[in-house]
């Protein structure tokens, strides 16, 4: 089953939310919409925005569908409450002011040959990897049409800024500020060469990428951790670039020092408002 079969929408004036049928706190999420807190946030709303209720998958999901859309996203986290806010009463006061905070996404163009290509976008990370049963990756990469080097990797993962927190730092690669215009390629069990870490790469360069192996060798594909390709045994080629388009996320002003901080804090690093 897919996350949209068990995706609520309901549109309510500016907002259009988006919540998970299946969330053990649905009573609190449906409570919230018709509360006097929530009036206050879409009544501060300068144009149609989509509101995300809830986890983590959800907010990509909906990040993703603002972007094909070309609306703004908030999202609000019932972990805490508010996501990315410490006081929960900073929604209460009479005037509220956004701020966008512009996310990069990534666009991946799959090309098994000339007339079989595919398209998808990710917010967070692309992987590549082989399955439990194939040997290490053997990979080409290249950015501005220019080869890089050969590599012969188990994983490999491409992070956006957004992406960059859990991800790629667990695999020892770097965690990226949120408004960075960079990606980072990260290589997981690394065969050859043994010294190759990570990459830091502008991200509006394109990354080129193609499985060379001579033999045969089944590689998966996933994209914000949804597996797009399954045992894929043909060479192919990947074309990795930023979208034009952004991600615009609204943030509450006087949470703006604490939401660029986050990454850090999450690392269990200092920080000073």
């Not at 990606?183 to 690394?190: E, M, S, V």
Request: proline share 1%; aromatic share 16%; with cysteine.
């Amino acid at each position: 089953m897919t996350h949209s079969q068990f995706l609520i929408q309901k549109n309510i004036w500016k907002a259009s939310c988006f919540y998970d049928s299946r969330s053990d706190r649905l009573s609190e999420i449906e409570g919230f919409l018709s509360s006097d807190i929530f009036k206050n946030i879409e009544k501060n709303l300068e144009k149609e925005t989509y509101i995300s209720l809830w986890g983590d998958w959800l907010f990509v999901f909906i990040a993703k569908l603002a972007h094909q859309k070309s609306k703004q996203i908030l999202w609000i986290n019932f972990w805490n409450l508010w996501f990315l806010v410490q006081e929960k009463d900073i929604f209460q006061k009479e005037k509220i002011e956004f701020v966008v905070k512009k996310y990069s996404i990534l666009k991946a163009i799959i090309k098994f040959s000339d007339w079989e290509t595919k398209t998808w976008c990710a917010f967070n990370e692309i992987y590549i990897t082989r399955t439990w049963d194939a040997t290490s990756l053997e990979l080409e990469i290249a950015h501005l049409w220019k080869k890089v080097k050969s590599f012969r990797w188990d994983w490999l993962m491409i992070s956006t800024p957004a992406g960059s927190t859990w991800w790629s730092r667990s695999y020892s690669g770097i965690i990226l500020p949120h408004n960075a215009n960079l990606n980072i390629l990260t290589p997981i069990w690394t065969i050859f060469p043994v010294n190759f870490k990570s990459l830091v790469l502008a991200d509006k360069w394109r990354i080129y990428i193609k499985h060379l192996s001579k033999r045969e060798n089944a590689v998966d594909v996933l994209i914000d951790n949804k597996r797009i390709i399954l045992n894929e045994k043909k060479n192919f080629e990947i074309i990795i670039e930023r979208d034009e388009k952004y991600v615009e996320v609204l943030v509450e002003k006087d949470n703006l020092a604490y939401f660029d901080a986050k990454v850090y804090i999450e690392q269990s690093m200092e920080f000073c408002h």
